[in-house]
């Protein structure tokens, strides 16, 4: 049983068939990569697992509870942080006071923004911020306004938001694309240092296969919004549903 399960998770845009019937069992502290080509319902699945989304059929289950029916807040209170494909954070703000916000609204912590004092001091939450702008590579950016980085550094200061909710779970949407090779490479060794440093599971999704390779445990092929395969990098690298899905050649076994 893995710390997430998506059982026959279905969901249609209008005449759409984004997602048919995806199944998923993701185990605990592994990088499971999901590919396929665009428009496979990578993303959609993703937007399901956070609530941004609501399937029409099927259950996800995160640690024994069902996600469905939460508010993404809700949700991001039960541990699963998620970057989006498009980036979102507060261009006119610096990456510290960016890091700060996720910072005061951590998991086990109350929202100072509703009045509510925060569970830690002020200097308790610097610090934390401080700390994970260090792991991310982004202390020496700390003032600098977030609009004004590259697409690199705008991606690690979400990553290093999410990471510091604490989440046992971090959903990644393509977190490598528009990076240049040295951006992506740095990227893919600090990932694998948080993994290293903590106990979290990963989903990525990536077009990269160098990150896919680099990183994931477990590989999940989608296509047309159904699962084609599942299995272990050595065994998608070359695989004929691999071609099948990104070239829609008909494998020959
Ligand atoms: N809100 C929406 N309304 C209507 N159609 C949508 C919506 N979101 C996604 N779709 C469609 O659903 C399908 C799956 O989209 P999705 O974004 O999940 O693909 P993806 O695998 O993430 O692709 P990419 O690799 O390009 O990011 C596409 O055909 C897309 O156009
Ligand atoms: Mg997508």
Do not use: W
């Not at 069992?25 to 609530?51: D, F, Q």
């Not at 699962?227 to 829609?248: C, N, Q, S, T, W």
Request: net charge negative; aromatic share 4%; glycine share 8%.
């Amino acid at each position: 049983m893995g710390i997430l399960e998506v059982k026959n998770v279905g969901k249609r845009f209008g005449g759409l068939q984004a997602l048919g019937d995806v199944n998923l069992s993701v185990a605990e502290n592994s990088v499971h990569a999901i590919i396929g080509p665009n428009g496979a319902g990578k993303s959609t699945l993703l937007n399901c697992l956070v609530g941004k989304l609501i399937p029409d059929s099927g259950s996800v289950m995160f640690d024994g509870q069902s996600v469905l029916g939460r508010t993404p807040y809700e949700i991001n209170q039960m541990g699963i942080s998620r970057v989006f494909q498009t980036p979102e954070i507060f261009g006119d703000l610096t990456v510290m006071e960016n890091m700060m916000i996720p910072c005061f609204a951590r998991r086990d912590g109350a929202f100072k923004l509703n009045g509510i004092k925060s569970v830690e001091s002020e200097t308790e939450i610097r610090d934390r911020a401080e700390a994970m702008m260090e792991d991310m590579n982004l202390a020496e950016k700390r003032h600098m306004h977030a609009a004004s980085m590259s697409r690199g550094d705008k991606r690690r200061l979400e990553i290093a938001m999410c990471l510091a909710q604490e989440p046992r779970l971090l959903l990644l949407d393509e977190p490598t694309a528009g990076m240049a090779r040295a951006d992506t490479n740095n990227t893919i060794d600090l990932l694998k240092e948080i993994k290293q440093k903590r106990d979290i599971t990963i989903v990525i999704i990536e077009h990269d296969m160098h990150v896919v390779f680099s990183l994931a445990e477990r590989i999940t092929v989608l296509a047309q919004g159904t699962p084609l395969v599942e299995d272990v990098p050595e065994k998608i690298k070359g695989h004929p549903k691999v071609r099948e899905a990104y070239l829609g050649e008909t494998a020959a076994a």
